[in-house]
């Protein structure tokens, strides 16, 4: 079990494995085997997808946040979620137990 509060960074996307061409026609890749995996995000923002390229570098960090930050909206939407669950039975609550007086 994490903690959501953690005070932890977190990066916004989820993370994706990326192969590509080079350009080069005597390259394998021309031959359909691409290089990779290279990380990337994926983030949506504004109603658009874009791919962001990790580099080599970061790798280890940013993939390490964006889970953090995947496991942070998941569990954000169980306690939403539960939270919907608990309002419902609470009003069921309030309506079959509240009468007028007199
Ligand atoms: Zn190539």
Redesign the pocket.
């Known amino acids: 079990m994490f903690s959501l509060v953690h005070g932890k960074p977190m990066v916004l996307g989820s993370s994706h494995d990326v192969f590509?061409?080079?350009?080069?026609k005597n390259?394998?890749?021309?031959e359909g085997k691409?290089?990779g995996p290279f990380s990337a995000l994926s983030v949506n923002k504004n109603g658009r997808r874009k791919i962001v390229m990790i580099k080599k570098s970061d790798t280890p960090l940013i993939l390490k946040e964006a889970k953090r930050y995947r496991y942070f909206q998941n569990t954000m939407s169980q306690v939403r979620r539960i939270n919907k669950e608990i309002d419902l039975l609470l009003t069921e609550v309030k309506t079959r137990t509240l009468r007028d007086y007199p």
Do not use: E, S
């Open positions: 590509r061409r080079c350009g080069k390259c394998k890749c021309a691409l290089h």
